[in-house]
């Protein structure tokens, strides 16, 4: 038998400080938009401080192209080597806007406007949880994510990544 005064307690609760959402960066520019086919230039979470854990929940991806969305190019553009991705001991390549899709949990396309162009526009959304259940959580520290660009990607008017989750104490 076990008595009530003899069980305790701790609850630690998720305040409206531990949550995050950074996006990936190189060298300060979250624009990902840019030359990687000669030298690959990758993307990492630079604003979280060393030491920092983080639980991922969420990546989500904006990516624009000039003209009617094609399911085999990325954007608007062909790429030869593709868009690596790396959580962890994960990794994968997108190649074309249907990978895209196919990693996506949730996505839509729309038309968007930027500056004075209006562009086509794809996004999409990896919810780990939703993905893979609450029983696999994805949690790194900075050296634990990165996104490195193969490819000329100047074509593209529009193309950034976020990460929103919650920090680890």
């Given amino acids: 038998m076990i008595k009530i005064s003899s069980i305790g307690t701790e609850i630690n609760g998720i305040g409206a400080d531990d949550w995050f959402y950074l996006k990936a960066k190189n060298n300060s520019s979250e624009l990902m938009n840019i030359n990687g086919a000669v030298t690959p230039k990758s993307f990492t979470l630079e604003d979280l401080p060393d030491g920092q854990k983080i639980l991922i929940q969420t990546v ?7 003209a009617l969305l094609d399911l085999n190019k990325f954007g608007n553009t062909t790429l030869a080597n593709g868009i690596e991705f790396s959580f962890g001991s994960g990794s994968g390549i997108v190649k074309n806007n249907a990978d895209v899709l196919l990693i996506s949990t949730s996505s839509n396309t729309y038309s968007a406007g930027v500056g004075s162009n209006t ?9 780990f949880t939703e993905a893979f259940g609450n029983g696999s959580p994805i949690i790194l520290d900075k050296e634990g994510f ?10 593209l008017p529009y193309f950034e990544i976020s990460l929103h989750g919650i ?3």
């Fill in 60 to 66: 989500n991806f904006v990516i624009g192209a000039d």
């Fill in 119 to 127: 562009i086509s526009v794809l996004t999409g959304r990896l919810d």
């Fill in 146 to 155: 990165y996104i490195n660009i193969q490819d000329d990607l100047t074509s």
């Fill in 167 to 169: 920090l680890i104490k």
